[in-house]
């Protein structure tokens, strides 16, 4: 069974940092493209960034960009979140997903299996 | 203002069929693949249908998509009290270079 398990999620404050880790189980993490994406309270989804099998393709949203950096260890099946000088609009519930594309190559295919999220607070 | 454009409610009485909208541009929805996810309050999305309505290992037939131009429709007929939900369109937008959602749709069967 695929499994994808965030941490590392909490309170801190505007301009401060947080790193968030998915520890995945249940398939090779090095076949697949990897994303995070973060949900606020009671909104809409939103894309923060994807990175390929070998992170030599990686995408942020413009919101995230210069500020948040996704990367990944295959040998220790861990995809990561480094997240600096947050804002309280970064305030959401942070989810690691898999992409459904065999080969990694492209994280544009489809956002397949989701975690279950860990919760970002900035204030 | 999300990228993609859904209604922000539906209804339909059990065992009816209900449609939901997803209106785009050729950016996203005209040149690349649409996903539909299902998220029930509480709980993480689920991706009922992708590609060109392939369905992920233990979705039901009843959910179904199509795609016209710059739309794409979800289906969901023989509706159960347990598909109330939101349900989102997700695709690449090859202009923006980002992952663009719709703002959900809350589907209610009353």
Same mark, same amino acid.
């Given at each position: 069974?695929?499994?994808?398990?965030?941490?590392? /999620?909490?309170?801190?404050?505007? /301009?401060?940092?947080?790193?968030?880790?998915?520890?995945?189980? /249940?398939?090779?993490?090095?076949?697949?493209?990897?994303?995070?994406?973060?949900?606020?309270?009671?909104?809409?989804?939103?894309?923060?960034?994807?990175?390929?099998?070998?992170?030599?393709?990686?995408?942020?949203?413009?919101?995230?960009?210069?500020?948040?950096?996704?990367?990944?260890?295959?040998?220790?099946?861990?995809?990561?979140?480094?997240?600096?000088?947050?804002?309280?609009?970064?305030?959401?519930?942070?989810?690691?997903?898999?992409?459904?594309?065999?080969?990694?190559?492209?994280?544009?295919?489809?956002?397949?299996?989701?975690?279950? /999220?860990?919760?970002?607070?900035?204030? | 203002?999300?990228?993609?454009?859904? !209604? !922000?409610?539906?209804? =339909?009485? &059990?065992?009816?069929?209900?449609?939901? *909208?997803?209106?785009?541009?050729? *950016?996203?929805?005209?040149?690349?693949?649409?996903? @539909?996810?299902?998220?029930?309050? #509480?709980?993480? &999305?689920?991706?009922?249908?992708? %590609?060109?309505?392939?369905? &992920?290992?233990?979705?039901? %037939?009843?959910?179904?998509?199509?795609?016209?131009?710059?739309? =794409?429709?979800?289906?969901?007929?023989?509706?159960?009290?347990?598909?109330? =939900?939101?349900?989102?369109?997700?695709? @690449?937008?090859?202009?923006?270079?980002? @992952?663009?959602?719709? #703002? #959900?749709?809350?589907?209610?069967?009353?």
């Amino acid at each position: 069974e695929v499994r994808l398990v965030e941490s590392g /999620g909490g309170l801190v404050q505007p /301009g401060g940092s947080l790193r968030l880790s998915c520890a995945a189980s /249940g398939f090779s993490l090095d076949d697949y493209a990897m994303h995070w994406v973060r949900q606020a309270p009671g909104q809409g989804l939103e894309w923060v960034a994807g990175i390929s099998w070998n992170s030599d393709n990686i995408g942020y949203a413009d919101s995230v960009k210069g500020r948040f950096t996704i990367s990944r260890n295959n040998g220790k099946n861990s995809l990561y979140l480094q997240m600096n000088s947050l804002r309280p609009e970064d305030t959401a519930l942070y989810y690691c997903a898999k992409d459904a594309l065999l080969g990694g190559a492209t994280f544009t295919y489809t956002i397949h299996v989701w975690g279950q /999220g860990t919760t970002v607070t900035v204030s | 203002q999300s990228v993609l454009t859904q !209604p !922000p409610s539906v209804s =339909a009485a &059990p065992g009816q069929k209900v449609t939901i *909208s997803c209106s785009g541009s050729t *950016s996203n929805i005209g040149n690349n693949y649409v996903s @539909w996810y299902q998220q029930v309050p #509480g709980k993480a &999305p689920k991706l009922l249908v992708y %590609d060109h309505n392939k369905r &992920p290992s233990g979705i039901p %037939d009843r959910f179904s998509a199509s795609k016209s131009g710059t739309s =794409a429709t979800l289906g969901i007929t023989g509706l159960q009290t347990g598909d109330e =939900a939101d349900y989102y369109c997700g695709t @690449w937008d090859s202009n923006l270079l980002s @992952w663009v959602f719709g #703002g #959900g749709t809350k589907l209610t069967v009353l």
